[in-house]
Structures are given as structure tokens and as C-alpha cells.
């Protein structure tokens, strides 16, 4: 029972509080014997409809050790988009070493939004010299008519699954997840009832505004929408007129052929606040969203108020960021290169971005007129010196290093983060 109870929670920590409305289906084996070895589990979806920021599926796996507790941070497809073929199988893919410690490795299909799938054919595969073994899961191809050996989770009552002989990989049956009936539920990022849309700068930025007082403007990470700030919206909009603002050719935000840069993304953010006439708004940034507040507020200092930035950089080096970090994107963008992604696919540009970008001089930041609160990880992926570099050279400036934390303390922390970011923003009042 431990062992299941721990599945229930990696799902409702990766899936359902990452992106919202959202199930998986899943399947764990013993993997002591595999210790150590490199590992790739394989799985065919057929989209019945189009792929969406907010309609998708992807594989996952995690790690559990032998009390069912889980080891290090669940792996999963970064971009569904990367492997999706429209009106064809998309062969989606995903790779890693099994853990030392684990006992077992869960194997699931994590899927999103109103979207219709079949899926089939989910083979896990081990790495044996330069030969490459299948590890036997129960009924991987959907032809045994029951889904006992599947667990599923958050399952809505409106989605429907089946086994199904109308589309099949191999075989005579895969599985069908029909969601057509799901009632979307209206989150932060995803509220058609709120969401708006923008033209500038050649793009349509998309944005939602909550509440009445004083404006704060959500400036999300990379590869990510506004509805990241999901645990802070709440608090937020209580006390503040929330602004979320979904950057260039993220969330639900377009793009064009423009070369992506920290610095049009901040004159992005600069023309929508004139075209919403609010000026001095206080800006709660993240990561990339970090970054693009530090542009702004040295190039437009009367838009910006107060300044309060969650692991952010001025450039990228190894005085900057862990070595693990950068190789883990260099390997993303080879394999993206290995699968023949082009190179202006958003996902490969926005990588790209992360190795190549921001290019700011510290010295620069004694241009920032806003009261800023410099935040990160004690384990960030932003090094503490990189950190602490960022609010010497800011004027007025405070620093805070989250104990034990690291990148995702707005996801991990919240409430320690809401207090630390809504105290300096009250103060002064």
C-alpha cells in the first residue's frame, strides 16, 4: 500500500499541480537487477486531435525506492510538440539510467487537456553492451481486453477509455482515451472567460488580469506559461491586480521569425504595459521571467515599481550556472538535432536562448532604480555567487537564499516564497 500511495503522489506533484487538469496511466516494475544500466521507454500515440499548448500527452518515469518513496526528480518528455506527427503514429521516446537505490521504476503516459488518443505499443528497453533488451510490461500493446495490469489516475468522469481496433500500431488493439466530453476547468493561463490577446511587436502576447489595487505583472521561465505561478495566484490576487502575461512563443502566446533575445522579450513587455497604460507595476520574475525583468527595469525604469527576481542571470558561464545544468541542455538540443527538429522549432530557439543568453554587464544594474529583492535556491541551478554578484550591483537591493531550496521554490516552497515576496512588496506602505 505504501508503494501504490507514493505513485499517487508523484502524479498529483508532476502532472496535476505543474499543468492543471490532467491524468496518467501507469505501470511499475521491479528493476533491482538493472541497476545502473542506461534505459529507454518507448510508446506510439495517435493524436485524434490537434496537439495544443493545453492538449497533449507524454511519457514519464520515476524512481521508488523500496518503501515506495521517491528518488530523485521524475523524468519526462520535455515538449510534447517534439515528437508529434499529425495524422500519423507520433513515436514518442524517452531515456535515462536506472538508480541504484530504486526497487522500481514507474512507467507511465501522463495526457492533458480535451484531446483524443490512442495509445499502443509502450516498451521499456535496457541497454545490454550494444544490444537492446525489452524488460516485459503486462499488456503493453492493449490486446488483453483488461486494463488490470494499468493503473490510472485523476481520471475524470467525462473521459471515456477503451480498447479499440479502429487505429492500431501493431497488433490488433491499442488503447483509446476519449476526452472529448472533459469540461475544462478555468485555471490561471488557461481562462477563456479572462485571456485576451495582444498585438505586439509582430506577435499576439497572451494575458489575463485578476483583481483591483496595486498591478502585479507575472513574468514566467523558459518554456513555460504564466499558469507556473499557479501556487502564488491565489495570495496574489487578493491584495494586487495580477497581470500574467504569457512571453513570445510560450503559453499561449505567438511567435515570428525574429531572433529570440532577452532584450526583445523586455520591449515585448514594455509595449504591452504602454498599450495597457499602467505604469510602475511591481514584477514578480522567474527565471527567464527574472532575466526580462532585469532589462526592463534598466531600460524603461518608469514601468517598473518594485522588482523582486527568483533564480535569474546575467549571462551564462560556468562562473553562473552548474555544469550539470548546461549539459543536460546540450544534450536536449543535440538529441532535438539527432531527430532532425529544425532549428526554428520554438523549443530548439528557447534552449538555445538558455546556452546563449542574457549578455548583461553586472555593472549595468546600477541603472536599476526599483527597490529589487534578488531571490534563489540554496541548490539552484544559478550558482549563490552568481546570486549574490546580482544584488551587489544593485542599488537597493535585498538578497534572499532559500534554505535547502532550489530553482522551483515557487513550486516546492510556496508558502515560505509568498510570505518572503509579499512582505517586500508591502514594505514601505
Do not use: C
Request: glycine share 8%; hydrophobic share 35%.
Amino acid at each position: 500500500m505504501k508503494y501504490f500511495h507514493s505513485l499517487i503522489i508523484f502524479f498529483s506533484l508532476l502532472y496535476l499541480e505543474s499543468y492543471g487538469q490532467e491524468f496518467a496511466i501507469y505501470q511499475a516494475i521491479n528493476v533491482e537487477k538493472l541497476h545502473g544500466k542506461s534505459y529507454t521507454l518507448e510508446g506510439k500515440i495517435f493524436y485524434q486531435d490537434k496537439i495544443t499548448s493545453s492538449s497533449w500527452a507524454v511519457l514519464g518515469t520515476v524512481f521508488l525506492d523500496n518503501n515506495g518513496k521517491q528518488l530523485k526528480a521524475p523524468l519526462y518528455n520535455d515538449n510534447a510538440g517534439d515528437y508529434y506527427k499529425k495524422d500519423d503514429w507520433s513515436p514518442y521516446e524517452l531515456s535515462g539510467k536506472i538508480d541504484k537505490n530504486a526497487k522500481y521504476l514507474a512507467v507511465s503516459i501522463a495526457v492533458a487537456g480535451s484531446g483524443s488518443y490512442y495509445l499502443d505499443e509502450i516498451k521499456l528497453f535496457v541497454k545490454e553492451g550494444k544490444e537492446k533488451i525489452e524488460v516485459p510490461l503486462k499488456n503493453s500493446g492493449f490486446e488483453n481486453d483488461s486494463l488490470i495490469n494499468w493503473q490510472f489516475y485523476n481520471v475524470s468522469q467525462q473521459t471515456k477509455l477503451s480498447v479499440s481496433k479502429d487505429k492500431v500500431f501493431s497488433g490488433k488493439q491499442s488503447l483509446f482515451i476519449d476526452n472529448s466530453a472533459l469540461q475544462i476547468v478555468s485555471t490561471l493561463g488557461n481562462n477563456a472567460a479572462t485571456g485576451k490577446f495582444m498585438d505586439v511587436n509582430g506577435v499576439k502576447l497572451y494575458y489575463e488580469i485578476y483583481g483591483k489595487g496595486e498591478p502585479v505583472l507575472l513574468l514566467h521561465g523558459n518554456n513555460s506559461s504564466m499558469g507556473s505561478f499557479h501556487n502564488q495566484f491565489d495570495s496574489l490576487s487578493k491584495k494586487y491586480m495580477v497581470i500574467g502575461l504569457d512571453s513570445r512563443g510560450q503559453g499561449k502566446s505567438s511567435s515570428d521569425s525574429t531572433k529570440l533575445s532577452y532584450e526583445l522579450m523586455a520591449e515585448d513587455v514594455n509595449v504591452f504595459l504602454s498599450q495597457i497604460k499602467v505604469k510602475n507595476v511591481n514584477i514578480l520574475g522567474w527565471s527567464d521571467g527574472g532575466n526580462i525583468a532585469l532589462i526592463l527595469a534598466m531600460q524603461h525604469p518608469d514601468k517598473v515599481g518594485k522588482l523582486a527576481i527568483m533564480g535569474t542571470v546575467l549571462y551564462n558561464n560556468e562562473t553562473s550556472v552548474t555544469a550539470e545544468t548546461n549539459k543536460i541542455i546540450r544534450m536536449q538540443v543535440k538529441d532535438m538535432e539527432k531527430k532532425g527538429v529544425p532549428k526554428n522549432n520554438m523549443d530548439y530557439r528557447l534552449k538555445m536562448l538558455l546556452l546563449t543568453e542574457p549578455n548583461i554587464d553586472p555593472n549595468a544594474l546600477n541603472k536599476i532604480l526599483s527597490p529589487t529583492l534578488v531571490m534563489a535556491g540554496q541548490f539552484d541551478v544559478v550558482k549563490e555567487k552568481h546570486t549574490r554578484l546580482i544584488a551587489e550591483k544593485i542599488p537597493n537591493s535585498k538578497l534572499v537564499i532559500f534554505k535547502g531550496a532550489d530553482h522551483e521554490a515557487t513550486e516546492k516552497i510556496p508558502q515560505l516564497f509568498n510570505q518572503t515576496v509579499f512582505t517586500f512588496f508591502d514594505q514601505g506602505k
